[in-house]
């Protein structure tokens, strides 16, 4: 099983400003990386697929990057809809892995 | 629109049975690959089974290998998930989600999710 761990469980930052989010994978998962949003009561949300491409309908201010076991899920400009759960998935393997989730609260 | 409705999610005891489901609309149903993933109180997601569009392949967590069994019916648009030899820790919000067609293994699409509580 690739097990996904999520960094750092708590970020904490200011309306406007930059969030950085990592993910790695203990082992490679080439692209098969999603990113997903969730906030209180209400179901994941496809933020990020391949690692790097924006779902529909997402804000160009959500970005990923990374390839093999590092990734990062950056959110500029921050707005107060962003402060949420996000957690990582791979799909390399099955069974299908995700983080245990970076909570973004505000600063 | 697409959209994902799960129902089925009751309070049982340890050792009982339920089946979820998941009926879906707004889309090519018999065309895409579904999934189910709970999500345990306070918890993070954890993916439990897949199903093929067709029904040819399955896929299940170890932790509810020979309990849950997954399947669907095209003609009704419905993916279920039958769950067998509950125990406390199966005690979750159930979703089920749509395998997203541009995204590899990635879910594109989440019903509202439906709570299962296994408890004496």
């Known amino acids: 099983e690739i097990v996904m761990t999520q960094s750092p469980a708590t970020l904490s930052v200011s309306p406007g400003e930059r969030a950085t989010l990592s993910c790695r994978a203990s082992?490679?998962?080439?692209?098969?990386l999603a990113w997903y949003q969730q906030t209180a009561g209400r179901s994941p949300r496809l933020l990020i697929y391949g690692a790097s491409t924006r779902a529909t309908g997402i804000p160009a201010r959500f970005s990923g990057s990374g390839s093999g076991t590092e990734f990062t899920l950056t959110i500029t400009g921050l707005q107060s809809e962003d402060f949420a759960l996000y957690y990582c998935q791979q799909y390399t393997n099955w069974p299908l892995t995700f983080g245990q989730g970076t909570r973004l609260e505000i600063k | 629109e697409v959209q994902l409705v799960e129902s089925g999610g009751d309070l049982v005891q340890p050792g009982g049975s339920l089946r979820l489901s998941c009926t879906a609309s707004?889309?090519?149903?018999?065309?895409?690959?579904m999934r189910w993933v709970r999500q345990a109180p306070g918890k993070g997601l954890e993916w439990v089974s897949a199903?093929?569009?067709?029904?040819?392949?399955?896929y299940y967590a170890d932790s509810v290998k020979g309990r849950f069994t997954t399947s669907r019916d095209n003609s009704k648009n419905t993916v279920y998930l039958q769950m067998n030899s509950l125990r406390v820790e199966d005690t979750a919000v159930y979703y089920c989600?749509?395998?997203?067609?541009?995204?590899?293994?990635?879910?594109?699409?989440w019903g509202q999710g439906t709570l299962v509580t296994v408890s004496s």
């Open positions: 707004g889309f090519t149903f018999s065309s895409h690959a």
């Open positions: 082992q490679s998962v080439s692209t098969n």
């Open positions: 199903i093929s569009g067709s029904s040819t392949t399955t």
């Open positions: 989600a749509r395998k997203s067609p541009e995204g590899g293994g990635s879910h594109d699409y």
